[in-house]
């Protein structure tokens, strides 16, 4: 059993930066791919950013590419993801996810398949 708790996020004008974190408690932290989703009003759950068990192969879609890190420290068991250049449209609650998902056949893009999922951080970008 995994729990997960976001933090950092708010209000931030075009342009600007936040870092998101996640915590998480319970065993074999290490042992979980761990993404970041976004859900904004109206529209679907969707991939922002995954990394693997190890840190070492991270994937982002392509609305955040060059502008999103994510990474993650095994012994504090969190990941975050730092966003910069922030756009309206980067406006949604964001949740971090873990899952035992293997790396090969892009499963980690499918919310459905993770296991544990935090209550969400609202990220507000304004014009």
């Known amino acids: 059993q995994v729990q997960l708790v976001e933090s950092g996020g708010g209000l931030v004008q075009a342009g600007g930066s936040l870092r998101l974190s996640c915590a998480a408690s319970?065993?074999?932290?290490?042992?979980?791919?761990m993404g970041w989703f976004r859900q904004a009003p109206g529209k679907e759950r969707e991939f922002v950013a995954v990394?693997?068990?190890?840190?070492?192969?991270?994937d982002y879609a392509d609305s955040v590419k060059g502008r999103f890190t994510i990474s993650r420290e095994n012994a504090k068991n969190t990941v975050s993801l730092q966003m910069n250049s922030l756009k309206p449209e980067d406006t949604a609650v964001y949740y971090c996810?873990?899952?035992?998902?293997?790396?090969?056949?892009?499963?980690?893009?499918?919310?459905?398949?993770?296991?544990?999922w935090g209550q969400g951080t609202q990220v507000t970008v304004s014009s």
């Open positions: 996810a873990a899952g035992r998902i293997s790396w090969t056949g892009s499963y980690y893009l499918k919310n459905g398949n993770y296991n544990y």
């Open positions: 319970g065993r074999s932290f290490s042992s979980y791919t």
């Open positions: 990394v693997n068990w190890s840190g070492s192969s991270t």
